[in-house]
């Protein structure tokens, strides 16, 4: 058979275009016709989609699908091939090697005239911040499950994201094919475990080796997907076994609908028999509100149900002009007015774009944006709102994973990017500096894992210290600093596989190998009762003093509250002038860095200033700052202090012979289970476990269950650590202290 063959039959669904362009490798067919309808395209034909789910439910493989049958790629790999080639979308070496998404990567493509884009998620709890970052610049969602796993642990945390920032999603249930697949008990969990009103808009035909296609139940017809790669979808029939299913899980899905969309209540209730366009609008009208969310099945790896998936897009997912973008404006004192932004294709308005990702490319800094109003030409101005400064745009590109494409021109709803722009992840750009909107920054989580970080050849400090200063800039959940008590640096970060993943790329882009030294927990410290202050700062050294008197209560905040430092400024009258409080509140946050105990950070504590005193010519700012430090040191030595620390999610799934020794191993780690679940020979674990005890899990459990055992977690909460954890954190910490001092006595 001869290449053309081959590719005439691998894209059978792209007859519309000239098929021998591939045999160039290049998408040069694919560019023209995309620059001529760009030029023409209206919000209506936009969609900007993330695809986001637990670990290993098929979230790229699923987009390398998308990606082929809309014409953008010329033949698939998968993210494990055997040909080395990889995933489209993995265009990172590790991300092959591992065969993991680390980095989220964007991409656009055309279905049915309607251009799409794509930004692909990981799945991993330690790269969490690249789904906060892409579900903030994004439309729609599509939330992917596995048919056997359901709703796992980081589903919960996509969930929770989607929600913070309003995403309306279709569920997706993959993996079909898989032994053990369910989609009735998946549906089930999206309904009890993430509180979703959801119902099937399809039915698979066939489950694990049998399966067939899927039935449409808007449409009421089967789809089956035949040619090499899935890439002819043909219509038939419903199968006669399953339309008496068929029809109970229609009026189901009415049901569902009509109890959240008034027009299709109407009809239900009036007895009406709503018709195809009644349903799908209806659909629409809920997923935009996020009262629905429906459900599509299929299986991306044999090449089923991908297809209806991006037809679903298209039909129940938002474009750019449906969903209402807000950007602050700040007025005289500290009030801001919020500004409703008009997404109207055209230059009309005043352009304002969000920078959500920095990533260092070829040719300098990549900066990632979405255009949320108005246009942006090449070689135009623009203003950074943060740092009021004026950079110009030599270059705009789009982005198909790691390859480029020039444009001459993005619009409202766009996702693009620029070089050379100096700027931090979260800022907004405009074109006139008059115009000060700033749009809501992208929430971004603490780290909970900290390890010590040094080159192994002193020679590569220059490389060491330009990958840090890159990998800080790019991914604020990867932090940096230097304990000049232990004389280490220092490197803070979601997880272990968080740490790990950056000290290979230090070695792999900057030659640069590294040591890391053993993981260490970001404790906290907290007060157990409220505790009195009264302390008067009193300097006198020839000229003028310094003097300044605080007096107030340092107290606990709630167990929901522990992991945020409050400050209540409630003096009344001028005993402690207004313009010397922030001195007060600096001093506070100052010695909140270091506690007593272990020399972890503070945290869920309040401190009130209620009174004090000051001196008509020796009181300043830094006076009311060194007597609120000397305030927080008394409390120090006379209040009742406790360690915190994070207790994790941990989900582990594993064969049903071995639940007795997983539980017991869990015991050992001072778990508390939270429940358990069985299906078809596998169990599935749910439990709250100290991170403290978490490391090393991962070769344990795979030794104890024959290496049939995989287990996730995230972060939970902060809760009091346990009575003889708490004793060798403080020991440790004397210890360490101890040493210090008598290095410093030797200094001197």
């Known amino acids: 058979m001869t290449i053309f063959n081959v590719l005439t039959r691998s894209c059978g ?10 045999i160039l490798e290049e998408n040069v067919a694919y560019m023209a016709s995309y620059a001529k309808y760009a030029e023409h395209k209206t919000l209506e034909c936009i969609r900007n989609i993330g695809i986001s789910a637990h670990i290993d439910s098929g979230k790229t493989t699923l987009t390398e699908r998308i990606l082929f049958y809309t014409g953008r790629i010329s033949e698939m790999h998968e993210v494990k091939g055997k040909d ?27 279905w049915k005239d309607t251009n ?9 709890v330690d790269f969490t911040v690249e789904v906060e970052r892409a579900l903030r610049v994004l439309d729609g969602a599509i939330l992917v499950l596995c048919a056997v796993g359901g709703v796992q642990s980081q589903t919960m945390t996509v969930n929770r994201q989607m929600k913070r920032y309003n995403v309306p999603c279709l569920a997706f249930i993959n993996k079909l094919d898989r032994q053990g697949a369910n989609h009735h008990r998946v549906l089930s969990q999206l309904r009890s475990k993430l509180s979703h009103n959801a119902a099937f ?13 899927l039935v449409d139940l808007v449409q009421q017809k089967a789809l089956y ?22 029809q109970d899980k229609r009026q189901e899905l009415i049901e569902h609908v009509s109890n959240v969309d008034d027009i299709l209540g109407e ?4 007895e009406k028999t709503p018709s195809e366009g009644d349903i799908m609008a209806a659909i629409r009208r809920a997923c935009l509100r996020r009262t629905f969310t429906p459900v599509l099945v299929g299986s991306a790896l044999k090449n089923k149900g991908v297809q209806p998936l991006l037809d679903a897009v298209i039909d129940y997912l938002p474009n750019p002009g449906e969903v209402e973008n807000i950007a602050l404006r700040e007025k005289e004192g500290k009030e801001t007015e919020k500004v409703i932004l008009n997404p109207e294709r055209s230059a009309a308005n005043p352009f304002v774009g969000l920078a959500f990702k920095l990533e260092a490319g070829r040719f300098g800094q990549l900066t990632y944006l979405r255009c949320y109003q108005g246009m942006l030409e090449k070689g135009s101005n623009l203003y950074n709102v943060r740092t009021t400064r004026k950079v110009r745009i030599p270059r705009l590109v789009r982005l198909h994973a790691n390859e480029m494409e020039d444009v001459n021109e993005v619009y409202a709803g766009d996702i693009f990017a620029l070089f050379g722009v100096d700027c931090a992840s979260g800022d907004t750009f405009v074109t006139d500096p008059k115009f000060n909107l700033a749009m809501e920054s992208i929430y971004v989580p603490d ?20 990958a840090v200063a890159r990998f800080t800039k790019e991914d604020p959940t990867f932090q940096f600093h ?14 272990e596989l968080h740490l790990e993943i950056y000290s290979q790329r230090m070695e792999r882009e900057y030659s640069c190998p590294v040591q890391l030294g053993k993981p260490k927990v970001a404790f906290r410290e907290t007060l157990v009762g409220p505790c009195e202050f009264d302390y008067l700062h009193k300097k006198q050294s020839g000229g003028a003093g310094q003097y300044a008197r605080v007096t107030g209560i340092m107290e606990p905040l709630p167990p929901t509250q522990n992991t945020v430092l409050e400050f209540s400024d409630e003096t009344v009258g001028t005993n402690v002038p207004k313009q010397f409080v922030p001195g007060v509140e600096r001093g506070f946050r100052i010695m909140s860095q270091k506690g007593l105990l272990s020399g972890h950070k503070l945290s869920g504590v309040r401190f009130r200033l209620l009174d004090g005193a000051h001196h008509i010519v020796d009181s300043s700012e830094l006076a009311f700052m060194l007597a609120a430090q000397g305030a927080v040191k008394e409390v120090f030595e006379r209040g009742m202090w406790q360690i915190l620390e994070p207790i994790m999610a941990v989900e582990v799934v594993a064969p049903l012979e071995f639940q007795g020794t997983v539980l017991g191993q869990l015991n050992r780690r001072h778990g508390i289970i939270t429940g358990t679940d069985g299906v078809e020979g596998w169990f599935t674990i749910y439990a709250e476990v100290p991170l403290n005890e978490m490391f090393g899990y991962a070769s344990d459990l795979r030794s104890v269950t024959q290496g049939k055992g995989e287990f996730s977690m995230e972060y939970s909460r902060y809760s009091p650590a346990l009575p003889n954890v708490q004793e060798a954190l403080i020991r440790e910490y004397q210890e360490s202290q101890g040493i210090t001092q008598q290095q410093k006595k030797k200094k001197n």
């Open 13 to 22: 669904i792209l007859k519309r275009r000239n098929i021998q362009s591939y």
């Open 225 to 246: 997907f035949e040619g090499m790669f899935g890439e002819t979808v043909r219509e038939d029939e419903i199968p006669a076994d399953m339309r008496a299913e068929c």
């Open 482 to 495: 230097y304990d000049s008590d232990n004389k280490e640096t220092i490197v803070s970060g979601m997880g």
């Open 84 to 110: 080395n080639v990889g995933a489209t979308m993995d265009s990172m070496e590790l991300e092959r090697q591992r065969g993991i998404t680390i980095q989220s990567a964007a991409t656009y493509t055309l």
């Open 116 to 124: 799409i884009n794509i930004i692909d998620t990981p799945g991993h």
């Open 267 to 270: 009809m239900f209730l009036e």
């Open 201 to 213: 808009l399809q039915l698979p035909i066939g489950l694990e080796n049998n399966t067939q296609g």
């Open 447 to 466: 780290p909970v894992v900290s390890m010590s970080i040094a080159p192994v050849n002193s020679k590569d400090r220059d490389n060491f210290s330009k």
